[in-house]
């Protein structure tokens, strides 16, 4: 599927209905994140993740629609029906990328489709050049990087066989990551080759997936939060 076919089968909704937290696509294709929906009268909303303070007012006829751009209908950027939507067969993903922020930033988003109350956050992982998309206990999916932010090349080319697990292309992640300003729509050195093709097994969560058990081997990717591990902003 295209891009531009995946954004015509999203639904065109007023945004003035949309709860906290939604995001949308403005009409200059740019991301935005509900952050005020109607307490006090006010329906806001705010570039995602953007360093500048991009707002818009999503009420027509409200007081903020006089100092501010009003956006009162748009394409609602469905949020995943659960966080299990992350995985694959009840394994998690590995994914590459080519810079740390492309990583970081697909991270934020598949968070930020999750949903509030999914308790999933993004960890950066201090073992491997890897973001990881956790509840803290268990993985759920990862974004390995080849370049960090300051250009210095990652040890994943040395690494990857290391790993066991299939790592796949940016390429074949979500559609929405495309949305993202740092996509790369080109693909890299390919990563994924000779890279044993086996799943992720999760920590041991019985009361949320019985199905998994733990993963115990020094050389495998931590399930669970190691010394070090620390939330990503």
């Known amino acids: 599927m295209s891009l531009a076919t995946f954004l015509l089968g999203l639904p ?4 003035r209905q949309l709860p906290r937290g939604a995001l949308f696509i403005h009409p200059d294709g740019s991301l935005y994140e509900v952050i005020d929906s109607g307490q006090g009268g006010e329906h806001r909303a705010r570039r995602w993740r953007h ?54 930033d697909a991270a934020q988003l598949d968070v930020a489709l999750c949903g509030y109350g999914s ?26 990087f080849l370049e960090t932010n300051q250009g210095v090349r990652t040890r994943l080319p040395d690494i990857k066989h290391g790993l066991g697990y299939p790592l796949r292309s940016h390429l074949d992640g979500p559609l929405a990551w495309r949305l993202l300003p740092s996509w790369e729509d ?18 041991s969560a019985a009361e949320t997936h019985p199905n998994l058990s733990s993963v115990r081997d020094d050389d495998t990717l931590p399930s669970h939060p190691e010394a070090g591990d620390k939330p990503a902003h």
Not at 130 to 139: D, I, K, Q, R, Y
Not at 186 to 203: K, R, W
């Open 12 to 15: 065109v909704v007023e945004t």
């Open 51 to 104: 360093p500048q303070p991009q707002e818009v007012a999503l009420d027509p006829d409200s007081h903020l629609a006089r100092r501010l751009p009003v956006v009162a209908r748009a394409r609602h950027l469905l949020p995943y029906p659960s966080r299990d939507a992350l995985l694959e067969n009840q394994a998690a993903l590995l994914f590459t990328f080519r810079r740390e922020q492309s990583a970081l």
């Open 119 to 144: 308790g999933v956050y993004v960890r950066k992982n201090e073992r491997y050049p890897c973001f990881e998309a956790t509840n803290g206990a268990l993985v759920f999916r990862q974004y390995f």
């Open 186 to 203: 080109s693909p890299f050195y390919d990563l994924s080759q000779t890279v044993a093709m086996q799943p992720i097994e999760l920590g």
